[in-house]
């Protein structure tokens, strides 16, 4: 099974710009769905995007739509979260999922890294 470790998060005022990572080792990681999901404080966690295991198709939440791109290498096991025009509310620990051969959406994943804050000041 794959595993997951996040990295990039960091401060950032609001309006700037934060590119997440998510290295999978172990397991055939161009076999599997990659998705991005965060938790603010109190919240729930929250799904963000997701990739199919080509990287032909994705998927957003309409809160970060047009601002968030996903995208992913499969010749170097990575995973990315392109985060432009951050926002106060997007402040939250970011994680990076997996589901192997799944559908591209916000459902079903089984493997989760261990996440990377994100925090956007105002």
């Known amino acids: 099974q794959v595993q997951l470790a996040e990295s990039g998060g960091g401060l950032v005022q609001a309006g700037g710009s934060l590119r997440l990572s998510c290295a999978a080792s172990?397991?055939?990681?161009?076999?599997?769905?990659m998705a991005w999901f965060r938790q603010a404080p109190g919240k729930e966690r929250e799904f963000v995007a997701a990739?199919?295991?080509?990287?032909?198709?994705?998927s957003y939440a309409d809160s970060v739509k047009g601002r968030f791109t996903i995208s992913r290498d499969n010749a170097k096991n990575m995973v990315y979260l392109q985060m432009n025009s951050l926002k106060p509310e997007d402040t939250a620990v970011y994680y990076c999922?997996?589901?192997?051969?799944?559908?591209?959406?916000?459902?079903?994943?089984?493997?989760w890294g261990q996440g990377t804050q994100v925090t956007v000041s105002s």
């Open positions: 999922a997996a589901k192997y051969y799944g559908l591209v959406s916000r459902y079903e994943y089984d493997t």
């Open positions: 172990r397991g055939t990681f161009s076999r599997y769905t």
């Open positions: 990739i199919s295991w080509s990287g032909g198709s994705a």
